[in-house]
């Protein structure tokens, strides 16, 4: 495979996979997930369960909701995502996303996924959030 194709096929991997997490869908997330994997945020990192990380989205999601003082207003917005292959079988994965609530209460979320892409979906081994949510 050449270079171009590789980066390609990067590019197709890492905008498959943050599409299918930016449903939201425990469903369409869980087959790409590893049965364990890291998860961190700014003020610690642990390893957890596929089922507990899904359960503790779901519970984030319902949270924020009740953070905003108007929940239907209350959206994210994926605005950029980059890559980086690291070697053969692991691409780094950076998604950005807007949250907007509230007129002024706008937050930029960064988040890091490493991917095993020798699975079929490329499965994430590690999700790292830049920040800690004010929730």
Same mark, same amino acid.
């Given at each position: ?13 890492? =905008?498959? /996979? ?6 939201? *869908? ?7 997930? +590893? ?11 642990? !390893? ?9 989205? *779901?519970?984030?999601?319902? =949270? ?8 239907? =207003? @209350? *959206?994210? !917005? ?12 692991? @691409?780094?994965? $950076?998604? $950005? ?15 890091? /996924?490493?991917?095993?892409? $020798? ?9 790292? +959030?830049?920040? $800690?949510?004010?929730?």
């Amino acid at each position: 495979m050449s270079s171009h194709e590789h980066d390609t096929e990067s590019a197709r991997i890492a =905008a498959d /996979f943050v599409a299918a997490w930016d449903t939201g *869908s425990p469903a369409i997330i869980a087959d790409r997930l +590893a049965e364990r994997l890291l998860v961190g945020d700014a003020d610690h990192t642990t !390893t957890v369960g596929r089922d507990d990380l899904l359960t503790g989205m *779901s519970r984030r999601a319902e =949270a924020l909701g009740a953070a905003s003082p108007d929940a239907a =207003a @209350l *959206s994210a !917005t994926l605005v950029a995502t980059e890559h980086s292959a690291l070697g053969p079988s692991r @691409l780094l994965v $950076t998604a $950005t996303w807007r949250l907007a609530g509230a007129p002024g209460r706008e937050l930029t979320l960064l988040s890091d /996924f490493l991917l095993d892409v $020798t699975t079929t979906p490329a499965t994430c081994v590690a999700y790292l +959030a830049r920040q $800690t949510l004010p929730v």
